[in-house]
């Protein structure tokens, strides 16, 4: 099976999120079930930098906006192949690969991400037979939207396509002004078509004309028919439920796991969690708390937004630390947020910690270090941090929505009965229904042969690629038959 995986970012060369570690885990899952999935990425400095054997394959020219390019083929630090699109004129600006340093987003993001599906429905029209032609090609998110249009408007002998909404939050829509900039049919700006709310949309536009829609939890593609979840777009998804459904995203292990984790004082597993104490130590001590080994340590690693439900945490947490609680937080977004919750680190210097900026070694560091991993957000389609937090036996906290409500198990009496707990789970998105979580926590965690068992039960559920990846690859097959 021939895929082709078309995304705006993939780890470790460039990451803003989740679709990072979706990106750099999915496409070698896949090989190893014995696909050939390829990736292709924006040319950005760090993607030219950081693959590996580059040459390129193809000069393109009339990309939207009358914009020439190289398609560079290569293979990423894991030895995945890849290709990136090289222009001077859309990629090479260092830094947030969607925002200029003044934190708008790029004003020609329209030509740079239309760039990327073009791009990928070169592939369907390939120059020779010599070239590599995907039987799939599978878009994600907004920034790949416009590959299904485009590859739609390609012909009959075409490769089949797939949309992978990741957050459906970010859509991607642009001034229909920009239809024959972006290489878009008249015909195509129509409610069939690229046509959203009076603009074009990208996300729209993917959803319309790809063959199979999916995302990344069952609960999220179940939300996102309705208009609390949809954003705009439930309607469209509602006439398409058919053709859609949701594959909880993996862990990959070689990365997220505490026995080889290279950021950790000291290794631990599932068969010596004592050692996790020395990881709850060093982090105490890194963000200046009070070296307490019974002090429930409650952590959060997050972009900070109205979504993550950070702006939940200030008027809870003070009550937690009453009771002998703490806190650590790393996370950058909204400087409202940022802001009040610097200023509760400042007012509670022992009890909280905060780092506003972006640390993957610390990420890890805070997840071997933390008792709770808090993510109380308003709507996750799937969520990383829980399934990340498990493996370390630090139990999650979580809001009870799209992912977050399919992989963790709340602490109730009959599940802490039959042994299955992993975490903790509230419904009511205000900081009532947070805190109540909190306390519930917080007495379990009084209780150590409970937690332990709780611990051990979360660090040995298997959330590895292996099974999602063969989920896919199903998917696909149903598409090529
Ligand atoms: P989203 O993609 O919505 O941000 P996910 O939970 O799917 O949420 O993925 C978030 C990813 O980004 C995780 O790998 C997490 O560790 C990482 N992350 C988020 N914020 C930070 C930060 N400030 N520093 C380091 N890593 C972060
Ligand atoms: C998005 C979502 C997050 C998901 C990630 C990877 O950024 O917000 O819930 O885990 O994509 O699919």
């Given at each position: 099976m021939r895929v082709?995986?078309?995304?705006?970012?993939?780890?470790?060369?460039?990451?803003?999120g989740g679709l990072a570690d979706v990106s750099a885990a999915l496409p070698p899952a896949l090989n190893g079930l014995g696909a050939d999935a390829r990736v292709l990425l924006p040319g950005y400095p760090a993607v030219l930098d950081g693959l590996e054997g580059k040459s390129t394959v193809r000069t393109?020219?009339?990309?939207?906006?009358?914009?020439?390019?190289?398609?560079?083929?290569?293979?990423?630090?894991?030895?995945?192949?890849?290709?990136?699109?090289?222009?001077?004129?859309?990629?090479?600006?260092?830094?947030?690969?969607?925002?200029?340093?003044?934190?708008?987003?790029?004003?020609?993001?329209?030509?740079?991400?239309?760039?990327?599906?073009?791009?990928?429905?070169?592939?369907?029209?390939?120059?020779?037979?010599?070239?590599?032609?995907?039987?799939?090609?599978?878009?994600?998110?907004?920034?790949?939207?416009?590959?299904?249009?485009?590859?739609?408007?390609?012909?009959?002998?075409?490769?089949?396509?797939?949309m992978t909404i990741h957050n459906i939050a970010y859509q991607g829509q642009f001034p229909a002004a920009y239809l024959a900039a972006l290489h878009l049919p008249a015909h195509s700006y129509h409610m069939h078509g690229v046509e959203?709310?009076?603009?074009?949309?990208?996300?729209?536009?993917?959803?319309?004309?790809?063959?199979?829609?999916?995302?990344?939890?069952p609960s999220y593609a179940r939300e996102i028919q309705s208009t609390e979840h949809g954003c705009g777009l439930e309607g469209l998804l509602a006439s398409r439920t058919d053709h859609l459904s949701g594959i909880l995203n993996g862990v990959d292990y070689e990365i997220w796991d505490p026995a080889i984790d290279p950021h950790l004082v000291e290794p631990y597993d599932h068969t010596c969690l004592e050692a996790k104490a020395a990881s709850k130590a060093a982090l105490q001590a890194e963000f200046g708390l009070e070296v307490n080994p019974a002090a429930p340590l409650f952590a959060m690693v997050s972009r900070l937004n109205w979504h993550k439900g950070a702006?939940?945490?200030?008027?809870?947490?003070?009550?937690?630390?009453?009771?002998?609680?703490?806190?650590?937080?790393?996370?950058?977004?909204?400087?409202?947020?940022?802001?009040?919750?610097?200023?509760?680190?400042?007012?509670?210097?022992?009890?909280?910690?905060?780092?506003?900026?972006?640390?993957?070694?610390?990420?890890?560091?805070?997840?071997a270090g933390a008792d709770v991993?808090?993510?109380?957000?308003?709507?996750?389609?799937?969520g990383l941090t829980q399934l990340y937090a498990m493996r370390y036996g630090t139990l999650p906290l979580v809001?009870?929505?799209?992912?977050?409500?399919?992989?963790?198990?709340?602490?109730?009496?009959?599940?802490?009965?039959?042994?299955?707990?992993?975490?903790?789970?509230?419904?009511?998105?205000?900081?009532?229904?947070?805190?109540?979580?909190?306390?519930?926590?917080?007495?379990?965690?009084?209780?150590?042969?409970?937690?332990?068992?709780?611990?051990?039960?979360?660090m040995t559920r298997d959330f590895g690629w292996a099974g999602s990846a063969r989920e896919y690859l199903e998917l696909y097959r149903g598409l090529v038959r």
């Open positions: 082709l995986f078309v995304t705006s970012e993939c780890y470790p060369l460039v990451k803003t393109l020219s009339g990309l939207p906006g009358g914009i020439g390019a190289r398609l560079v083929a290569g293979r990423l630090p894991d030895g995945t192949p890849a290709y990136a699109i090289e222009s001077a004129e859309l990629f090479a600006r260092p830094g947030n690969p969607y925002l200029a340093p003044s934190g708008e987003s790029w004003a020609d993001n329209h030509l740079r991400f239309a760039a990327l599906g073009w791009v990928a429905a070169e592939f369907a029209r390939p120059a020779d037979d010599s070239q590599w032609r995907p039987e799939i090609i599978h878009g994600n998110d907004w920034q790949a939207g416009l590959m299904p249009a485009y590859v739609a408007f390609t012909g009959s002998q075409r490769p089949a396509t797939v959203y709310y009076g603009g074009i949309g990208f996300l729209k536009a993917g959803l319309y004309y790809a063959d199979r829609l999916t995302t990344v939890s702006d939940l945490l200030p008027e809870v947490l003070p009550a937690l630390f009453a009771r002998g609680g703490q806190v650590v937080l790393l996370g950058t977004g909204d400087s409202g947020l940022e802001n009040s919750l610097s200023a509760l680190a400042a007012a509670h210097p022992r009890s909280a910690g905060v780092h506003i900026g972006y640390d993957e070694a610390q990420a890890h560091r805070i997840q991993l808090l993510v109380p957000s308003r709507a996750e389609p799937c809001r009870r929505t799209g992912g977050l409500e399919d992989s963790v198990i709340d602490a109730t009496p009959a599940a802490l009965t039959d042994g299955c707990a992993t975490g903790f789970a509230f419904d009511e998105a205000t900081a009532l229904g947070l805190g109540w979580a909190i306390r519930r926590a917080t007495d379990l965690y009084r209780a150590p042969e409970r937690w332990r068992a709780m611990q051990l039960r979360a």
